[in-house]
């Protein structure tokens, strides 16, 4: 097995007293790769390094838009000199979420459009966090075009779905995949090309059924292909194959 989780935080401090262990038994359980979103730029430094020392660990930059308040006009710049000398795989995790209380959604519109252009500067795919934004999202977008990506979480429409398809972008299923009350999101990855799906995690958010309530972990991202492969009822080595192979495709990485 070969599989890449393309959303991590495993730079996170949830996973400072067994990260180690935790990367092992990711490698144990065939996760080869591990994608790591940033979220704020505290956090941008811990990323790199961690990025640095472990091979199959990638880091992504960006300032996601639930955190706005820690967010600073003078972090942009910050960012774009972060890309330019550090080289990440891609910009993110940036977005709209309009799910979080009484959203500035002013300030988020306009941080994420100024991430776009970074990335598009850059000629990076982004990774993307939307809620409740989708459609405002498609529309940025189209606006102001970068080099594909990810749509992490992905939880709109089937309309919505293609749409993010048709700009480049691939859309990630996770944990939430493995609950049998997911109905809806189980109907989507069931109906959607194959190509345009990718697996990951969000560990430390997002665990699949078999662990409710605990931290969820890069290790149980198979349970997220097996749950792929009851709803489409294909084989799940074939579809690990695939998986990977979009995920590589759409960041960029050799096999």
């Known amino acids: 097995m070969d599989l890449i ?32 979103p940033g979220v ?32 600073r006009p003078e972090h942009l710049p910050a960012l774009a000199a972060a890309v330019a000398e550090h080289q990440p795989l891609a910009v993110g995790e940036i977005g709209l979420d309009y799910f979080i209380d009484h959203p500035d959604r002013e300030g988020q519109r306009a941080l994420f459009s100024a991430q776009l252009g970074i990335a598009a500067d850059a000629g990076l795919p982004v990774l993307l966090h939307v809620r409740k934004a989708h459609d405002e999202v498609l529309q940025l977008l189209r606006q102001q075009r970068v080099r594909g990506g990810i749509a992490h979480a992905f939880n709109g429409s089937v309309q919505q779905a293609h749409k993010y398809v048709e700009l480049g972008f691939r859309l990630g299923f996770g944990g939430m995949l493995t609950f049998e009350r997911s109905r809806k999101l189980r ?8 190509e345009a799906i990718v697996l990951e995690t969000d560990a430390p958010d997002l665990t699949v059924a078999s662990h409710r309530g605990e931290r969820n972990s ?28 979009n995920a590589l495709d759409v960041l960029g990485l050799e096999a």
């Open 5 to 36: 989780d393309t959303h991590c935080h495993l730079d996170l401090e949830v996973f400072d007293a067994d990260r180690e262990a935790v990367m092992a038994q990711a490698r144990r359980a065939g996760v080869r790769r591990i994608v790591v």
């Open 218 to 245: 890069p290790e149980y991202l198979p349970e997220v292909l097996a749950a792929l492969g009851e709803v489409r009822g294909e084989d799940p080595a074939e579809l690990a194959r695939r998986t990977t192979a």
């Open 40 to 71: 704020d730029m505290a956090h941008w430094p811990n990323q790199l390094r961690l990025c640095r020392q472990h091979q199959g660990l990638y880091a992504a930059l960006g300032m996601h838009p639930a955190f706005l308040a820690q967010h």
């Open 187 to 194: 109907t989507l990855a069931a109906e959607l090309p194959l």
